[in-house]
């Protein structure tokens, strides 16, 4: 069974920077893509980032493009998100997500991690 287990949330000043982490686990992922999304509430779930596990090709949404930076160790089945300049509309919380590559709908979610970015 598929377990993403996300780490590296917290307060952060405008401008700064965050790490986030997402340990994989239960099977491997050599066909998987891997994807950070981002919900605050009362609006949608937002995508933020996708990475295929094999080639490591990358897509971002719109607004992010330029700040964050998805990677994956696959030696250590981790997917980092890597967050710079960081404004308050960044904040939320984070979801790492999982799904084959032959499907569109991520079947399997991390239990998120908060990130405040304070003004």
């Known amino acids: 069974q598929v377990q993403l287990v996300e780490s590296g949330g917290g307060l952060v000043q405008t401008g700064g920077s965050l790490r986030l982490s997402c340990s994989a686990s239960?099977?491997?992922?050599?066909?998987?893509?891997m994807a950070w999304f981002r919900r605050v509430p009362g609006k949608e779930r937002e995508f933020v980032a996708r990475?295929?596990?094999?080639?490591?090709?990358?897509a971002y949404g719109d607004s992010v493009k330029g700040r964050f930076t998805i990677s994956r160790d696959t030696a250590k089945n981790t997917v980092y998100l890597e967050m710079n300049s960081l404004k308050p509309d960044d904040t939320a919380v984070y979801y790492c997500?999982?799904?084959?590559?032959?499907?569109?709908?991520?079947?399997?979610w991390g239990q998120g991690t908060q990130v405040t970015v304070s003004s």
């Open positions: 990475i295929n596990w094999s080639t490591g090709t990358t």
């Open positions: 997500a999982a799904r084959p590559g032959s499907i569109t709908e991520y079947p399997y």
């Open positions: 239960g099977r491997t992922f050599s066909s998987y893509r």
